[in-house]
């Protein structure tokens, strides 16, 4: 894979080339930045940014005031490829929080196996309505001990009206779900992004990640997917690199209070 390659295509296509959630959302590429507005439950933010370092400090400035007219908390998500160089200082100073960095790591399907493999007791199931949603909201719960109450929102908004545009998949052990993750696709892009896949504590180790992302390889093929992307934390880069992903950046949320 060349890197450059791919990153460029990535930014032009996934960050550039962002689509709204649903049609409560508004996507603008202002010129300087290419950004999301839409309600408190929805995903506002910044995704990509064209600045330097004479413009970039008013450019953050107008976003601020952009974001806080609506009153709602917002994300600058940057990469390291970003310019310039110091912008995550720069969002600092006027009044941004970082977040943990995450890795962005990007495999080809084609090289990805399909194969799903379980444990005896264990069964995947794609959801397609809104209990399945109420379920995997829970999972992210269990599985990462934080609200996910915007979550779930979200996802109902994007069942309602782009429901071809995410697969969320379920982990079940039994009648239990133990693990959620989902597949974001587009048509007009070849990238889609891997997101989730939290497992409960006592269900770790048994292999469910690499499952769920072979799953959701099988559906990407199936709809002629050439790239998956996935912000990787800590625990999952590993597996992930494992699996055949590699790291081409690093990105780190800055979030904005109203």
Do not use: C
């Amino acid at each position: 894979m060349d890197h450059e390659e791919v990153l460029r295509l990535f930014d032009r296509q996934v960050r550039r080339g962002l689509a709204a959630d649903h049609p409560g959302t508004r996507v603008e590429d202002t010129g300087t930045v290419v950004r999301q507005s839409g309600g408190a439950t929805d995903w506002n933010g910044v995704v990509f940014s064209a600045v330097d370092e004479t413009t970039a400090d008013a450019v953050i400035a107008e976003q601020v005031r952009h974001y806080g007219a609506l009153g709602v908390e917002f994300e600058w998500k940057t990469y390291t490829h970003d310019r310039p160089a110091d912008l995550g200082e720069r969002l600092v100073r006027a009044g941004f929080v970082p977040e943990e960095p995450e890795s962005l790591m990007i495999a080809e399907v084609a090289a990805l196996s399909t194969v799903v493999e379980l444990a005896e007791g264990l069964r995947l199931v794609d959801v397609t309505d809104e209990a399945g949603i109420e379920l995997a909201a829970r999972v992210h719960e269990q599985a990462f001990g934080t609200d996910s109450s915007r979550l779930k929102q979200q996802m109902l908004d994007r069942l309602a009206h782009r429901p071809d545009s995410f697969v969320m998949t379920l982990a079940m052990a039994g009648e239990r779900p133990v693990s959620a993750a989902r597949i974001e696709l587009r048509d007009d892009a070849d990238f889609a992004g891997l997101w989730g896949g939290g497992t409960v504590a006592e269900f770790r180790g048994r292999g469910i990640y690499r499952a769920l992302v072979a799953h959701r390889t099988r559906i990407a093929a199936a709809r002629g997917i050439r790239y998956l992307q996935v912000d990787a934390m800590p625990t999952s880069r590993p597996i992930l690199e494992r699996l055949g992903f590699e790291q081409l950046s690093v990105t780190t949320p800055y979030i904005r209070k109203p």
